[in-house]
């Protein structure tokens, strides 16, 4: 009777400490209504980065300038960007790869002018203009 009437109060005791428990918990918190970063980066389980958003700073390379650019990549698991969109003062594009660099499609809108230009792995090149 003695082991009865202690599991009872352990039980008591138990549930006294679960209600205080949950007491102070609060409501759940809801998500975030905006996520603000300098950049995002997306990697696989093997810790490779898959997809990443950033802004790429204003430079100059080989005399020409390119302004400050949002650009977005996805990557296939050798690293390789496979998907680029890009967005800049005055232009922006979207670049389609297979991985080879020798296989891509590219749509630029540059100022008033706007391509697309399809470039096949056997060095086949076709620009539409409108």
Do not use: C
């Amino acid at each position: 009777m003695r082991l009865h009437k202690l599991l009872i109060a352990l039980t008591a005791a138990n549930f006294v400490l679960l209600a205080w428990l949950l007491s102070q918990l609060g409501p759940a918190q809801a998500a975030a209504p905006v996520v603000r970063a300098r950049a995002l980066e997306i990697v696989d389980q093997q810790g490779r980065l898959r997809a990443s958003l950033n802004i790429q700073p204003a430079s100059t390379h080989q005399g020409e300038h390119y302004p400050e650019t949002v650009l977005l990549r996805l990557i296939d698991p050798n690293g390789k960007p496979i998907v680029k969109l890009g967005g800049a003062v005055g232009s922006a594009g979207l670049g389609l790869n297979d991985g080879s660099d020798t296989t891509y499609a590219l749509i630029e809108a540059k100022g008033a002018d706007a391509y697309v230009r399809l470039t096949t792995s056997d060095g086949r090149n076709q620009i539409i203009k409108p």
